[in-house]
Structures are given as structure tokens and as C-alpha cells.
């Protein structure tokens, strides 16, 4: 049984994500999706409502799990015997802190292969802060985020009457 890691922060998660899940199950038997404790981000959302907000989102794919971390993310992955980690690439910009990631993991863990899937390049342009920033000014995000998540912005960014 092939298991990937897809890690990541979620704050919260986008369609953009939800991409590259989809094109991951296609390689994998079971991909883990880990919501990671991230002390250098400051999170809209607690960990906890990261993970509930993604388990809506992939209610309907099969052979999805969506956990917490905190830690070393190689030691996590041999915990879920896991032999790959999935990350998305969506522009050159994103390569250099990629790739300094994927090779520190290579170092601590050989066995663990880092493979990087490409989105749709409707969201190349996406992250989770410009998804914030937009909700927290009343701008419209239902393109970008699935249903349950919209909710919860809203729920925290209430639209002025
Ligand atoms: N669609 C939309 N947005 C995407 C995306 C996609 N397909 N792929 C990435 N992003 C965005 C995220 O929303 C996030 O946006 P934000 O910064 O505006 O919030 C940004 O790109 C990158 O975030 P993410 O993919 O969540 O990665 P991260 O840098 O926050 O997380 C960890 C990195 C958690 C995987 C890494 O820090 C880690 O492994 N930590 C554990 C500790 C450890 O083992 N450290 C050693 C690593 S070598």
C-alpha cells in the first residue's frame, strides 16, 4: 500500500489544495492530508477547526485521512508508514524554499521521496493569506475555497449590513 503525507498548514485550505489532493490520489493508495502546528504562522484558525474544515471538504474522495502534527515531519511520516510526502508546486517561487525543504527531508530520512504535483493553473495565483485577506475585507471568495470553509469565514468575518 502506497501512503503519501500531504502537509501543510491550512489556513484554511483552497481549492488549490484540494487540486492537488485529487491529482496525488491518482498515485497514491492513501494520502494522508496533516495539518501542521506551524509556530512561525499565526493562524485564523485553530488547528483543530483546520482539520474539521478539511475533513468537509474531502468528505467525498475515498481513501483520504486528515490528521494533526506537531514535530519532525519525516519522523510523523515513518509513524504512518508513509514513503512519500506531497507538495504543491504552483510557480518558480515557490521552488527554492521547496526544494531546501525536500532535500533537509531527504537528509533525515533517505527512504522518504518528496514528489511535487503541478495545479490546475487557475490556481497558480492562490494562498491562504490572500484568501484571508480578501474574507476579512468582504470581498468574495466563493470561487476559491470549498462550502465549508466560506461558512467559517464568514463566521469570522461577519459581511456588515
Ligand atoms: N493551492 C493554494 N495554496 C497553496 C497551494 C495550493 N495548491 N499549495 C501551497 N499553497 C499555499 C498555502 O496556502 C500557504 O499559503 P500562506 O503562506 O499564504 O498561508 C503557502 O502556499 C505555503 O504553505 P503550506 O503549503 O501550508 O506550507 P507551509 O510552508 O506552511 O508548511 C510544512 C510547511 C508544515 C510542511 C513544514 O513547515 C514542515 O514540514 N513542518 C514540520 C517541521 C519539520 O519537519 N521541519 C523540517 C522541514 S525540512
Avoid: C, W
Avoid at 500500500?1 to 484554511?12: L, N, R, S, V, W
Avoid at 496525488?24 to 493508495?29: E, P, S, T
Avoid at 468528505?59 to 507538495?87: C, H, I, P, Q, W
Avoid at 522518504?112 to 468574495?140: C, H, Q, W
Wanted: hydrophobic share 40%; no cysteine; charged share 30%.
Amino acid at each position: 500500500m502506497k501512503i503519501a503525507i500531504y502537509p501543510g498548514t491550512f489556513d484554511p485550505i483552497t481549492n488549490g489544495h484540494l487540486d492537488i489532493l485529487e491529482r496525488a490520489l491518482k498515485l497514491f493508495d492513501k494520502v494522508i492530508i496533516t495539518v501542521a502546528k506551524n509556530p512561525s504562522k499565526q493562524p485564523l484558525f485553530s488547528q483543530e477547526e483546520r482539520r474539521s474544515l478539511i475533513r468537509s471538504a474531502v468528505k467525498r474522495y475515498k481513501n483520504v485521512e486528515v490528521d494533526l502534527f506537531d514535530g519532525l515531519l519525516v519522523e510523523y511520516a515513518r509513524k504512518k508508514k508513509a514513503t512519500s510526502l506531497v507538495r504543491g508546486l504552483r510557480a518558480i517561487s515557490d521552488f527554492e524554499y521547496e526544494l531546501q525543504m525536500a532535500l533537509m527531508n531527504r537528509k533525515l530520512d533517505s527512504t522518504l521521496e518528496t514528489v511535487f504535483l503541478m495545479p490546475n493553473e487557475k490556481y497558480t495565483y492562490l494562498n491562504s493569506s490572500i484568501i484571508r485577506e480578501i474574507a476579512r475585507l468582504g470581498g468574495d471568495v466563493r470561487d476559491f475555497v470549498p462550502e465549508a470553509v466560506l461558512k467559517a469565514l464568514t463566521g469570522k468575518h461577519p459581511r456588515k449590513p
